[in-house]
């Protein structure tokens, strides 16, 4: 009997902690990102490499939002699925959740290839916050995990090479305003799954580009990749250039031996096939393989010290293995971005699939052992022509939804008429925070919203500040002009803007909390903690109003923005020692709010600045967690160890590099 492949929907049911609100503030900076360069190690680079780590790093994460408003109590939840799936593969396709690859099997042998983590809990990995861990994701837009980690995208069938179906995910990635597609499909028979990737770029400009595949993987392996030398990028935030597979006496193709959190990426050689590979003990795990625009390729590694296998369990239930990620990228390094041409695209194709070859032994033999195995299961110019099959198909319109994403592109293309073959962001998928912005392009005026609230998403791109500019002045159209032109760099006259606003605006929490971040940006401190005390009572006062008029519909949006300027007035007064002030903040913050783990260690800090010691110790004894606790940060530890308390509790280390000399 003939097995064709087969695609089909699926519901799985994981413990989960729902992802909550998104904060409603504009991302005016920023959140900490790890991966930025100490400048003293840019005069080492090769010039291709030093003028793409300079190239077009962000500024802000507008338009995007962050997603802090997630926990850490988990409860059993249906998640949709798509499984693709021949008589050797099975992948399962989490179109919600940023396209996810949650699991891929090997049908003879039931083996797992991939790090499928039993449990889906976010925590401040992504650009804007929420990401998970486990299986293979997508990376598109700026260096780190995408914004788009938490996000449905659109999924539809489509027909491929052959007659194959296809799953194709794709979404308008808003960041750098590209739209982008992966097509999903296993040809008949085979041991590979085949991922056709493109960005296009519909603009009469270069925009930079950003993409990394991320495959997790269970990290008792050692990776292997066609290369003799790596650069090696640690949370100290320095890069360096070092043998593979050994340095300082220690394999580092080994996960385990790295004793802290590491990226390695590896210099391919030019003509040199590009593949990685995990394999385990026995020499089963997965290999990763493409066509040659797809041309970096990366280990990270947690490490065995004490903050990686903090961060492992973190992301995880107890009793789960640990991970590392083998990647593949469009550049040397995750630290660069590549230039995009106007109105143009680029496009590639990888395939995932099982490899069996002694993983051991002497690094040049244990790569020809691979790589012999690879091109016997699936030959380089195999990958060439599958890529050369699939183009003609990636303009291919889709047929059956499989599941809807966001009406952003919809109304990108609404603006531009664009017609982007393959990829069609349908009308119906505009939803209540683009139906402003419809009208700002319909009418030429933003509206106002029919009952007081929190503002919505701002846009910031070129055409949209041209219409804000040109639109009726009111206080709304002030606000969102100056957070596009804040994200422009002109930030002299976004302040200009957000004042002429506060003039005339009878919701002023907003303004002013743009005012305090500009302040602060600009060195103004004291004056930045004035705006946050007074944007932090206004604020209290229009909920309070709002509440009393539609208590139901108010009162759905005004706990995420009391949280969100909460938290950053309690940060700015605490930093001056404005202790009273701080005081006054917390004391009217909800009870729900106090008790999130952010806020009982802003609570700690602040019982400290009071001089309450033993109060603030009190807290850490009674356990919290921080569920919004960012990668790379050390604020637990470092009020762990202003409190004077000796060692730091192993449930709060979440250190992941080498303590300062």
Not at 347 to 357: C, M
Not at 532 to 551: I, K, T
Request: charged residues 30%; glycine residues 8%; negative net charge.
């Amino acid at each position: 009997m003939v097995v064709v492949t087969t695609i089909r929907r699926e519901v799985l049911t994981l413990p989960t902690a729902e992802s909550g609100p998104d904060n409603p503030l504009p991302p005016l900076r920023p959140l900490d990102e790890v991966h930025r360069l100490d400048d003293r190690d840019k005069a080492d680079l090769p010039p291709d490499m030093a003028r793409q780590v300079d190239y077009a790093r962000l500024r802000s994460l507008l338009p995007a939002r962050v997603r802090d408003g997630y926990g850490r109590t988990r409860a059993p939840r249906a998640i949709d699925a798509l499984v693709i799936e021949n008589e050797r593969l099975r992948a399962t396709v989490l179109p919600g959740l940023g396209g996810r690859i949650a699991s891929l099997v090997h049908v003879r042998t039931g083996r797992e290839l991939l790090y499928r983590n039993p449990v889906l809990q976010p925590a401040n990995f992504a650009l804007n916050g929420a990401w998970y861990s486990g299986g293979i994701e997508w990376n598109i837009g700026a260096t780190g995990h995408t914004t788009l980690s938490c996000s449905p995208l659109h999924a539809a069938l489509v027909p491929g090479p052959d007659g194959t179906p296809m799953i194709r995910l794709w979404e308008w990635e808003r960041l750098r305003d590209l739209p982008f597609q992966v097509d999903l499909w296993l040809p008949e028979g085979s041991d590979f799954l085949y991922a056709g990737v493109r960005v296009r770029n519909p603009h009469e400009r270069p925009v930079p580009t950003y993409w990394w595949s991320n495959i997790a993987v269970p990290e008792e392996c050692r990776v292997l990749a066609p290369a003799s030398r790596a650069w090696q990028f640690g949370y100290e935030r320095r890069l360096r250039r070092v043998p593979v597979p050994a340095y300082d006496g220690i394999d580092r193709t080994y996960p385990l031996n790295s004793p802290y959190a590491a990226d390695y990426f590896y210099e391919v050689p030019e003509g040199r096939r590009r593949w990685i590979a995990a394999l385990d003990a026995d020499g089963h795990g997965l290999v990763q393989t493409s066509t040659d625009v797809l041309r970096g390729r990366k280990l990270f590694v947690w490490g065995s010290g004490p903050g990686g296998r903090r961060w492992q369990r973190w992301l995880t239930e107890p009793g789960t293995g640990g991970y590392c990620e083998i990647q593949a990228g469009l550049a040397r390094t995750q630290l660069e971005h590549v230039r995009l041409e106007a109105e143009s695209e680029v496009s590639w194709l990888e395939a995932y699939g099982p490899l069996t070859a002694p993983p051991d032994g002497e690094w040049t033999e244990a790569l020809r052992g691979a790589e012999e195995r690879l091109d016997a299961a699936l030959p380089r110019a195999e990958v060439d022509a599958a890529y050369a099959a699939w183009k003609p198909y990636a303009d291919a319109e889709p047929g059956e939804t499989l599941a809807t994403g966001s009406g952003w592109g919809a109304l990108e293309v609404l603006y531009g008429a664009r017609k982007l073959p393959g990829t069609p962001f349908s009308e119906a998928t505009l939803d209540a925070d683009q139906a402003p912005w419809r009208e700002l392009l319909r009418s030429g005026t933003l509206p106002a919203p029919r009952r007081p609230r929190p503002p919505g998403p701002t846009l910031v791109a070129p055409h949209w500040r041209d219409m804000l500019e040109t639109a009726p002045a009111t206080p709304l159209t002030e606000y969102h002009l100056g957070v596009a032109q804040w994200h422009a760099g002109d930030r002299a006259q976004a302040v200009r803007s957000w004042e002429r606003a506060l003039r005339r605006a009878s919701s002023r929490w907003p303004l002013l909390r743009c005012l305090a971040v500009a302040d602060e940006e600009s060195g103004h401190h004291e004056r930045a903690a004035d705006r946050y005390a007074d944007a932090f009572d206004d604020l209290c006062r229009e909920r309070g109003e709002a509440l009393d008029e539609e208590p139901r519909e108010a009162g759905d949006a005004w706990p995420a923005a009391a949280a969100a300027l909460g938290r950053e007035a309690l940060e700015t007064l605490l930093r001056l020692r404005r202790t009273e002030q701080a005081r006054a903040v917390w004391d009217r913050l909800d009870p729900a709010t106090r008790e999130r783990g952010r806020f009982r260690l802003l609570e700690a800090e602040l019982l400290l600045a009071e001089g309450r010691r033993e109060e603030a110790r009190a807290v850490f004894e009674d356990g919290f967690e921080v569920a919004d606790l960012r990668e790379g940060a050390e604020t637990v530890s470092h009020l762990w160890a202003r409190l004077g308390a000796g060692p730091l509790p192993a449930s709060y280390d979440f250190r992941m590099r080498p303590a300062a000399p």
